[in-house]
């Protein structure tokens, strides 16, 4: 069973920065591709970025075009954590976010979850 645990999430103003954290359990964490999601009221779930291990110690991130530029994704396997760095944050952006593992762009491919950490960006 694979166990996520989201945190980092707040109230800021636009234009600031945020950094969301997950730490996973459960399963062999550095070859587990991790992905970011979020949730705005009323709207369907949106892939945000994801790291994919791809042989050795090399990862493959890739993103929205809709956060490309403004969020990194990154990842500790030492401590089995998988960030978010999000800046320049806009109204927008206000949502809950996810932490997810699986794969691809569609949260269908993704068979666990983290609670999700609510972000809520004031203009």
Same mark, same amino acid.
């Given at each position: &069973?694979?166990?996520?645990?989201? /945190?980092?999430?707040? *109230?800021? &103003? ?5 950094? *969301?954290?997950?730490?996973? /359990? ?11 999601? @979020? ?26 075009? /809709?956060?490309?530029? @403004?969020? $990194? ?7 089995? $954590?998988?960030?978010? &760095? ?7 952006? $206000? ?10 762009? /569609? ?7 983290? &609670? ?8």
């Amino acid at each position: &069973q694979v166990h996520l645990v989201e /945190s980092g999430g707040g *109230l800021v &103003q636009a234009g600031d920065s945020l950094r *969301l954290s997950c730490a996973a /359990s459960g399963r062999t964490f550095s070859s587990a591709a991790m992905a970011w999601f @979020r949730q705005a009221p009323g709207k369907e779930r949106e892939f945000l970025a994801a790291s994919k291990w791809t042989g050795g110690s090399s990862y493959l991130r890739y993103y929205a075009d /809709s956060v490309k530029g @403004r969020f $990194t994704i990154s990842r500790d396997n030492a401590k089995n $954590t998988v960030d978010l &760095q999000m800046n320049s944050l806009k109204p927008d952006d $206000t949502a809950v976010y996810y932490c997810a593992t699986g794969y691809g762009r /569609s949260s269908e491919g993704y068979a666990y979850w983290g &609670q999700g950490t609510q972000v809520t960006v004031s203009s």
